[in-house]
Nanobody, 120 residues
Framework: QVQLQESGPGLVQPSQTLSLTCTVS??????????WNWIRQPPGKGLEWVGA???????YYSPSLKSRTSISRDTSKNRFTLHLNSVTPEDTAIYYC????????????WGQGAQVTVSS
């Protein structure tokens, strides 16, 4: 069983950087051919894909967020991190990490989600 857990501050000030880490257990983030994603859900809205880092370390970002998004990983600790800079209140959301499985195109495993509020 693969488990993912988000961690990071729940409150971020406008213009600062939102940083969240997803720690993975039960599976390696370097295993072919999985992709490790960040997805968010603002209040009252649907899910929005933020970006991902693949098993090889390649990164992928939503076009609308690419300019201020960075995803990195620490393979020794089996975790990956989202950095979203210059945040505004519109970045307030529940942030999830999830594993994408190419075999059947599913986000098969999800973290429980982390509430992040951008406010002064």
């Amino acid at each position: 069983q693969v488990q993912l857990q988000e961690s990071g501050p729940g409150l971020v000030q406008p213009s600062q950087t939102l940083s969240l880490t997803c720690t993975v257990s039960g599976g390696s983030i370097t295993t072919n051919y999985y992709y490790w994603n960040w997805i968010r859900q603002p209040p009252g809205k649907g899910l929005e894909w933020v970006g991902a880092i693949g098993y090889s370390g390649s990164t992928y970002y939503s076009p609308s967020l690419k300019s201020r998004t960075s995803i990195s990983r620490d393979t020794s600790k089996n975790r990956f991190t989202l950095h979203l800079n210059s945040v505004t209140p519109e970045d307030t959301a529940i942030y999830y990490c999830a594993r994408w499985r190419d075999i059947d195109n599913l986000f098969e495993y999800w973290g429980q989600g982390a509430q992040v509020t951008v406010s002064s």
